[in-house]
């Protein structure tokens, strides 16, 4: 009986050159932070001023939050490697960064088209919104999408095992 073992994958880089790897760790890094405070300003924005307690903003923290998390979720490993010559991902790490990745880029989708069902309410039910869009209706919204999108990346990743 012939069987293979992959116990870890090699992750190829942007480039075998040592003289550019600082320079493209330096961008990524700066990148990288300026993604993640870009969106906790948004968020603390957002959590200071009472006239931004609204569905919409909700909604817009909630979508910078989640991109926290998934740039959270392939940044860092990407600078990692770029650092060390070992460039390397065991099985398990790359099921669970696969895992992250797809439920970060479906809540992203969802989160996405429930802001569009928001303006949608707002643009032609503008007397009924208040009505429609209540808190409790917009927590339960982007629970569901956490839900759908947790299921969605569960169902994939068992097929990719």
């Not at 300003?41 to 009472?50: D, G, K, P, T």
């Not at 989708?109 to 309410?121: C, I, W």
């Not at 009505?131 to 990743?157: G, N, Y």
């Amino acid at each position: 009986m012939n069987q293979t073992l992959v116990l870890e994958f090699l992750l190829l880089g942007l480039t075998d050159d040592p003289a550019l790897q600082p320079l493209i760790f330096s961008l990524f890094l700066s990148m990288y932070l300026v993604t993640i405070l870009g969106n906790l300003l948004i968020i603390l924005a957002i959590s200071l001023e009472s006239h931004l307690h609204t569905p919409m903003y909700f909604f817009l923290s909630n979508l910078s939050l989640n991109d926290i998390c998934l740039s959270t979720s392939i940044i860092p490993k990407m600078l990692v490697n770029i650092l060390r010559q070992n460039q390397t991902i065991t099985y398990t790490g790359c099921l669970t960064q696969t895992g992250f990745v797809l439920v970060f880029v479906y809540m992203e989708n969802f989160l996405l088209a429930v802001m569009a069902y928001d303006r949608y309410v707002a643009i032609c039910h503008p007397l009924m919104y208040t009505i429609i869009m209540k808190p409790s209706l917009c927590f339960r919204l982007v629970l569901v999408s956490q839900l759908i999108s947790t299921a969605d990346t569960l169902l994939h990743t068992l097929m990719l095992l």
